[in-house]
């Protein structure tokens, strides 16, 4: 693995568990964090059906501007690596669909649990990680709260979260779920049922933004909503410094 500094932005090297080779992690570290002298904590930004495109090296970048490490692994590396692209035209999403049926979610979770691991190890790390994940990743940030040892996960608008509820009762660290009440990617009764599984399982914090559509928080997005996405950026700050310090 490729060491990190304090003014690191680039990719680091990972090993996949399954012995099928190695994929690559955007990562950013905070630019102060030789100047406190203290270990941070990191941050495992998971991936849309874009890829590690623009919006996801924001995120990580805001991340670090937080105080944390941030990366975001290439999920996508046993299809096709270093996939980046929008939202922004037909093409593009017939591309991020073909990619996410094709795309192995059980391996995904496999390379999540490595990156963990990975960051738990890095350079300035003080061995505490979160995921963050959006879309594909929030569905992703949920499985890992139920097959993971992360310390906290959060979910934004996470798609087929309804079919994940009889995990729930695995889980053993926060798990925060953000949920659009427009989401064209989740309707209603999916969303109710996400609400009535977390009832009464005190890791599980939900909320659910009145109407804002799927990908509010996505920078740049087509569907962005800046109050929408503010508030719900505030909660999993909160929540970041609760299990990250």
């Not at 964090?33 to 995120?59: L, S, W």
């Not at 929030?138 to 979260?161: F, K």
């Not at 926060?174 to 309707?187: P, R, S, T």
Request: glycine share 8%.
């Amino acid at each position: 693995m490729t060491e990190v500094n304090s003014t690191t932005t680039g990719r680091i090297e990972i090993e996949a568990t399954d012995g099928s080779g190695g994929f690559r992690a955007y990562i950013v570290t905070p630019k102060d964090a030789a100047a406190k002298h203290a270990p941070v904590g990191a941050v495992v930004v998971i991936q849309e059906i874009f890829g590690i495109n623009d919006a996801m090296r924001a995120t990580c970048h805001e991340l670090a501007e937080m105080g944390y490490i941030a990366l975001c692994p290439d999920l996508f590396w046993r299809i096709e690596p270093g996939v980046d692209i929008t939202d922004k035209s037909k093409a593009e999403w017939d591309k991020a669909f073909a990619l996410m049926n094709a795309f192995d979610q059980d391996k995904g979770i496999e390379d999540l649990q490595a990156t963990v691991a990975a960051a738990r190890k890095l350079p300035g790390c003080n061995g505490r990680v979160a995921t963050v994940g959006f879309c594909l990743g929030g569905r992703l940030a949920v499985m890992m709260a139920t097959r993971s040892d992360a310390d906290l996960n959060v979910s934004y608008y996470g798609v087929a979260l309804d079919k994940l509820v009889s995990e729930f009762a695995g889980i053993r660290h926060k798990l925060l779920i953000h949920m659009a009440e427009n989401d064209e990617f989740a309707n209603q009764a999916a969303r109710m049922a996400v609400l009535a599984g977390a009832k009464d399982k005190p890791e599980i914090e939900t909320h659910v933004y009145p109407a804002v559509q799927h990908a509010f928080a996505r920078v740049n997005g087509v569907h962005y909503d800046r109050r929408a996405a503010t508030i719900a950026n505030g909660r999993t700050a909160e929540a970041l410094v609760a299990a990250l310090g």
